[in-house]
T-cell receptor, first 111, second 112 residues
Framework: KQEVTQIPAALSVPEGENLVLNCSFTDSAIYNLQWFRQDPGKGLTSLLLIQSSQREQTSGRLNASLDKSSGRSTLYIAASQPGDSATYLCAVRNTGNQFYFGTGTSLTVIP | ETGVTQTPRHLVMGMTNKKSLKCEQHLGHNAMYWYKQSAKKPLELMFVYNFKEQTENNSVPSRFSPECPNSSHLFLHLHTLQPEDSALYLC???????????FGSGTQLSVL
């Protein structure tokens, strides 16, 4: 069964810093990987989706990379802002159509 | 606003009550999902419907009963729940099963 791990569980940085969130998965036979943002008590917002054939995707200050062979993905956030404070989750889809989620990294950006 | 609407936002119920959660999407998506999110745990997939047909039931207890009358609406009927069922219940949709997920804001359920 696919297992998804996100480290660290929590991260606190000063405003303006660039930062990297990590996601690792045990089964490299994936179809795609998504990064989500979740604000407290709310649903998840899809940020980026990387297909298994892709190496990275970019949206504004966000860049997600995928290394399928090593079972890793990173989410890079440039010039962090207090509004970026949220929990970031990654989810991996296997060829069987099911998504497996990590437990997330709780990010706090300090003004 | 993701285009997926869940009601109610909050629900408190006793163990003997019967209630229903509702999810609605007008994105033209064909797949709809129920997930359970408990503190400190990964999201757990409960049910998947693709073109109104249930394609996944992730060993969910029978006190949770899904219903998908059409591709735009999804319900989760609840009866005789346990306190450990308290969680955030999230509905999601995707253009087809396995594609990008769009989530609703969730229903925060407390079982007393």
């Amino acid at each position: 069964k696919q297992e998804v791990t996100q480290i660290p569980a929590a991260l606190s940085v000063p405003e303006g810093e660039n930062l990297v969130l990590n996601c690792s998965f045990t089964d490299s036979a994936i179809y795609n990987l998504q990064w989500f943002r979740q604000d407290p008590g709310k649903g998840l917002t899809s940020l980026l989706l990387i297909q298994s054939s892709q190496r990275e995707q970019t949206s504004g200050r966000l860049n997600a990379s995928l290394d399928k062979s090593s079972g890793r993905s990173t989410l890079y956030i440039a010039a962090s802002q207090p509004g970026d404070s949220a929990t970031y989750l990654c989810a991996v889809r296997n060829t069987g159509n099911q998504f497996y989620f990590g437990t997330g990294t709780s990010l706090t950006v300090i003004p | 606003e993701t285009g997926v609407t869940q009601t109610p936002r909050h629900l408190v119920m006793g163990m003997t009550n019967k209630k229903s959660l509702k999810c609605e999407q007008h994105l033209g998506h064909n797949a709809m999902y129920w997930y359970k999110q408990s503190a400190k745990k990964p999201l757990e997939l409960m049910f998947v419907y693709n073109f109104k047909e249930q394609t996944e039931n992730n060993s969910v207890p029978s006190r949770f009963s899904p219903e998908c009358p059409n591709s735009s609406h999804l319900f989760l009927h609840l009866h005789t729940l346990q306190p450990e069922d308290s969680a955030l219940y999230l509905c999601a949709s995707s253009p087809e099963q396995g594609k990008r997920l769009f989530f609703g804001s969730g229903t925060q359920l407390s079982v007393l």
